[in-house]
């Protein structure tokens, strides 16, 4: 832990949000949390704790974009499968049209 005494710490809503990811990727770099804390005048805890949110919302975000990447899949899969359906359909029509024109123009002969 730091030397320094609880009522010397800033008050952490004071550091910016930038502060905190310049000093959590200073700690990752491998500077050591208690010169973080003493120089900007937080506790290691409160560094440890930004530390962590940090790698959590990492972790998050990867697995958010696994999981976007998964529904934009599903999403194109059903797409597919609905311009199948409709070329299909569509192909049905046309083959059922032509069978009933043939036979209609063969009996108008």
Known sequence: MSDSSPSEYSNPRSVSGHQK????????????????????KVS?????????????????????????????????????LQWTAVFAGLVVVIWIATRFLGSSATVSQ
């Open 21 to 40: 990811v310049d000093t959590v990727l200073r700690l990752l770099a491998g500077e050591a949390a208690q010169s973080l804390a003493h120089e900007i």
């Open 44 to 80: 290691e805890e409160r560094i440890l704790q930004w530390k962590e949110r940090f790698i959590e919302g990492g972790r998050a975000n990867l697995l958010q974009r696994r999981q976007d990447n998964s529904k934009r899949s599903q999403a194109r899969k059903k797409s597919v």
